[in-house]
């Protein structure tokens, strides 16, 4: 079983959509957890990025931490067809030089 | 656009053939961290290098290798290629070693397929 699960979806919504990308972990050593966006081809772009539980919210996206359940979320409100791309979770534990990815949930947004 | 600067970005191999990958890190950031990420799968950790010196090592054998050079720029070396060695492989620059940090830059990621 992987450290860090993540369902690949695909995820289709219409513009003006919430969309919700989940994530779920095994390691309870895990304090720092971010979320990137990868366009096609591309390098991951860091989105987000958070220490232990609680909210972060920014512009339309919002990225909550819930470490009781080892669950962790992406909001991204008024969705645009510019979002359509593959959403990668990551963690690490404190002082470490590793992230762990999940394995990433694409995500298409239709005009 | 990070500056972090990769090459070559595609590249095509032979099976046991030796593969060299370069890294230009963002200004002022002193760690290089190389991934692997498979088709459909996400970035896996093969090692990290702070001030010339490896820095931790994901679960890859050796015939991965690395180097930083005096201005943190990097390599990658696989030798002896397998099939499953194709994937896209990134480098990540940060300003330390910790890689739970918001200054953590990807290049765009070399392409690698092994024929």
């Known amino acids: 079983q992987k450290e860090v699960e993540q369902d690949p979806g695909p995820l289709s919504v219409p513009e003006g959509a919430i969309v919700s990308l989940n994530c779920t972990y095994s390691n309870s050593a895990f304090q720092y957890f971010m979320w990137y966006r990868q366009y096609s081809r591309k390098g991951p772009e860091l989105l987000m990025y958070?220490?232990?539980?609680g909210n972060k919210e920014d512009g339309r996206f919002t990225a909550q931490v819930d470490k009781s359940s080892k669950y962790i979320s992406l909001f991204i409100r008024d969705s645009q067809p510019s979002d359509s791309a593959t959403y990668l979770c990551?963690?690490?534990?404190?002082?470490?030089?590793?992230?762990?990815f999940g394995d990433g949930t694409t995500l298409t947004v239709k005009p | 656009e990070t500056g972090v600067t990769q090459s070559p970005t595609h590249l095509i191999k032979t099976r046991g053939q030796q593969v060299t990958l370069r890294c230009s890190s963002q200004s002022g950031h002193n760690t290089v961290s190389w991934y692997q990420q498979a088709l459909g799968q996400g970035p896996q950790f093969i090692f990290q290098?702070?001030?010339?010196?490896?820095?931790g090592r994901g679960n890859f054998p050796p015939r991965f290798s690395g180097l930083q050079f005096p201005n943190y720029s990097s390599e990658l070396n696989v030798n002896a290629l397998e099939l499953d060695d194709s994937a896209l492989y990134l480098c990540?620059?940060?300003?330390?070693?910790?890689?739970?940090?918001?200054?953590?830059?990807f290049g765009e990621g070399s392409w690698l397929t092994v024929v």
């Open positions: 290098y702070y001030r010339e010196e490896e820095n």
């Open positions: 958070t220490y232990s539980s």
């Open positions: 990540a620059s940060s300003p330390g070693t910790e890689s739970s940090g918001n200054t953590i830059y």
């Open positions: 990551a963690m690490s534990v404190a002082n470490a030089g590793k992230s762990t």
